[in-house]
């Protein structure tokens, strides 16, 4: 899951669990509000009989204090505006057949569900009546008792949350867009960040990143900048150390020839040429055994000095030093052709612009399709073998050398091999800056090795 995905899910459960909590406090709030009205109206209206009461008491001194209340005037609309809707207000003692006066009801909120009636009262408990005396100085006077309606709380709270509900959800949606428009620009960079992790997957190193203006993302780019820095030296290093020890070994394989032409080359001349005296004197004399044990080694001497040819043109200098890459690889192919006529059919394919290529590259090139199709003819059973060397121009100047067969092959095994010939082509195409691909062909294996001309 993306990054900006997780982030915007987590503020969006941090703003529902935000909102429960609003709608839990505001139950809660508006559920008690109705205590708080309550006992406020209990004290109005204790106020205003107290005064009531000593109007009276002045005016009428001589009614006996308990007869001065309740005075036929408190049931008033003056006394109707202190009470609180959904309050009831009673004054004890009653005298006979009096009702509560409460206060107006009808239009406090809408009607709440019944799940809503039921849970309210279960959690927040019931609403208990408000005791106030008319007088502090004179308890006969009485008291008044303010009884809250618990239906007209349950509609109030409803009421309340309906009201804040709208103005949480609308704030709540404006915080998560804006929030998620926030998150998804401070990590937009992180596309740039991962864009320049590819691109050193594939070999582009030196990747530069823009400045970031998050000091974190800026501490990445920097560690992304200087990781590609240390692996391009680093690439480079080791691309000089395998060319150095190109070099060495090919000095020592020309060494190796010399040697191998100086002495093994002339001390098999001269087996061959014992062995055709002594077949030539055991001729004069009749000596058939003797003579047939020098053909014998006249014959093995030839084997060995064409075993020998072999490994002298394998170990001496790459003819495109000398020819140049095209004339070199039609000589290799005709080579192979020219040994045995029951070998597979190689056809060269030759493409682009190849008379100015030389050096290392040239060397590089004829090297791998050497040892590809020195592999291809001595390990498999092809019938068919094609070899494809084509120079790809433009920004991005190339050599690309395909040999692809039809003599089978587990292309995985062969790519984790660890052979001299495929260690060593693989060597020289990493040391020159390219690549090599071993792939299932169809009905056998195709080798491609691509070597960029300008390194």
């Known amino acids: 899951m993306r990054l900006v995905l997780q982030l915007v899910a987590r503020l969006l459960l941090i703003v529902v669990l935000c909102l429960g909590a609003a709608t839990l406090w505001a ?92 849970i309210v009262p279960t959690f927040l408990g019931s609403h208990a009546e408000v005791i106030r005396p008319v007088s502090p100085r004179a308890a006969s006077a009485g008291t008044v008792v303010a009884t809250p309606d618990g239906a007209a709380a349950v509609s109030l709270a409803w009421e309340y949350i309906l009201n804040v509900i709208d103005v949480a959800l609308l704030m709540a949606a404006a915080i998560a867009l804006l929030a998620s428009l926030a998150i998804a620009h401070a990590l937009a960079p992180a596309r740039t960040i991962v864009t320049a992790l590819q691109r050193m997957a594939r070999g582009q190193y030196r990747t530069k990143l823009p400045r970031f203006r998050s000091m974190e993302l800026a501490m990445i780019g920097s560690a992304v900048g200087e990781l590609g820095d240390r692996l391009e030296e680093a690439t480079e290093q080791r691309a000089a150390l395998t060319r150095r020890l190109i070099e060495i070994r090919d000095d020592e394989r020309r060494a190796l020839a010399r040697e191998l032409h100086d002495e093994f080359g002339q001390n098999l001349s001269a087996i061959l040429a014992f062995a055709n005296t002594i077949e030539t004197a055991s001729t004069k004399d009749n000596s058939t055994g003797i003579a047939q044990d020098a053909r014998m080694i006249s014959q093995a001497t030839h084997h060995l ?151």
Not at 335 to 356: M, N, V, Y
């Open 27 to 118: 139950t809660f709030d508006a559920y008690r509000s109705v205590d708080r009205a309550t006992a406020a109206s209990a004290q109005r209206v204790a106020q205003a009989l107290q005064a009531l009461y000593w109007r009276e008491l002045l005016l009428r001194s001589s009614r006996a204090r308990e007869h001065l209340l309740p005075v036929p005037d408190w049931r008033t609309l003056e006394t109707m505006k202190l009470i609180s809707p959904g309050v009831c207000v009673e004054f004890q003692p009653a005298a006979a057949f009096e009702k509560p006066l409460c206060g107006q009801s009808e239009g406090l909120g809408k009607a709440a569900p019944r799940w809503f009636a039921a």
């Open 305 to 455: 000095m064409a075993s020998l040819r072999d490994a002298l043109k394998r170990l001496r200098n790459p003819l495109p030093e000398e020819l140049g890459l095209e004339v070199s690889l039609v000589n290799l192919v005709d080579s192979w052709r020219s040994q045995s006529a029951a070998r597979p059919t190689i056809q060269l394919d030759l493409r682009g612009d190849l008379t100015d290529i030389s050096g290392p590259a040239a060397t590089t090139a004829y090297r791998v399709a050497q040892e590809c199709l020195t592999n291809a003819l001595r390990h498999g059973v092809a019938r068919e073998i094609s070899l494809r060397v084509e120079r790809r121009a433009g920004e991005h100047d190339a050599l690309l050398i395909r040999v692809e067969d039809d003599g089978g092959g587990d292309a995985a095994r062969v790519a984790q091999s660890a052979g001299f010939g495929l260690t060593g082509i693989r060597e020289r195409v990493t040391a020159a800056g390219g690549s090599l691909s071993i792939l299932p062909a169809r009905g056998g294996l195709s080798v491609a090795a691509t070597i960029p001309l300008a390194a």
